[in-house]
């Protein structure tokens, strides 16, 4: 469990409470964790065909970019490279908030999803990853005899 | 009756259009780096999913706003089941300093990722002083 460092830093209690809010609403949470305020940020969803994820990865090499999918685990990794100058020592940073560096994030797939039919987008700054649903588990209507 | 009641509907729709107004207000604050050098300032903002078409920049006197909407071309019938990014709009307000050049703003639009130039003026330049030997 999260410990603060000050134990009556206002700030570090109201993030402790956040961070249990959000676990006391997530109302699915998996063995792999919340996951939660990673980079890239993940929109997950859902169609009867597809399941649709928009990874959020702006300034990513598209050649860097990895999406691997093994056992129904989907991993996105790739870098992001460094922005700021080097080694220009008259150069100020004065905010540096943009992730940069390595990153790697596995999401659980439903079992449905078909490995085979996997799509992957990359444009604007946004991966689109699309994995089809196999058919069998389609609804289908039966016709009664 | 009905006099009585029409005020307090067109109040209630009133309340209800703010309402809608405020959500569609809310916009998330990208992240930036911001970096100064001899000759002016580099800014870069993360706009993910966000086309040329859908950012705007404004400067007025010495404010600089960036505003953006990213479009995500989704699936008709999309159900979400998890969302880290909640909205799609951009927003970020910065105060300029006198030095700068709002005139020679440059910006750039890359795989949503904004690069803003911003250069000090000529008069701003940094510039060494002679020292005179007497």
């Known amino acids: 469990m999260y410990r603060s460092l000050f134990p009556r830093d206002v700030f570090a209690e109201m993030d402790r409470l956040q ?25 997950i969803g859902g169609t009867p065909q597809t399941v649709e994820i928009y990874a959020f990865a702006p300034g990513v090499d598209p050649s860097s970019l990895e999406v691997n999918l093994e056992r129904g685990l989907l991993t996105i990794a790739g870098t992001r490279a460094n922005a700021l100058p080097q080694g220009d020592a008259k150069a100020a940073v004065h905010i540096n908030e943009r992730f940069e560096g390595a990153f790697r994030r596995v999401l659980t797939l ?13 444009r604007d700054g946004v991966l689109h990853i699309t994995v089809q649903r196999r058919a069998s588990s389609q609804p289908r209507r039966i016709t009664v005899q | 009756m ?45 706009l993910p999913g966000v086309s040329r078409e859908k950012l705007g920049l404004h400067v007025a006197s010495d404010t600089l706003t960036i505003e953006a909407e990213s479009d995500l071309a989704v699936p008709e019938g999309l159900e979400s089941s998890h969302t880290e990014v909640g909205l799609a709009r951009f927003r970020r307000v910065f105060t300029l ?3 700068l050049d709002t005139a020679a703003i440059s910006a750039e639009l890359k795989q ?3 690069k803003l130039r911003i250069p000090k003026a000529e008069h701003a330049q940094p510039r060494r002083i002679e020292i005179q030997a007497t």
């Open chain 2, 112 to 114: 949503g990722v904004l």
């Open chain 1, 19 to 43: 961070r249990e809010m959000q676990q006391a609403f997530d109302l699915s949470p998996t063995i792999r964790g919340f996951g939660r305020n990673g980079f890239p940020a993940l929109n």
């Open chain 1, 110 to 122: 439903p079992d449905d999803a078909d490995p085979d039919a996997v799509q992957a987008k990359y």
């Open chain 2, 97 to 99: 300093s006198k030095e």
């Open chain 2, 2 to 46: 009905n006099s009585t009641t029409s005020p307090r509907v067109a109040e209630s729709k009133e309340l209800a259009r703010k309402e809608g107004a405020r959500y569609s207000d809310a916009a998330l604050t990208p992240p930036v780096d911001v970096i100064e050098d001899s000759g002016g300032i580099t800014l870069f903002a993360d």
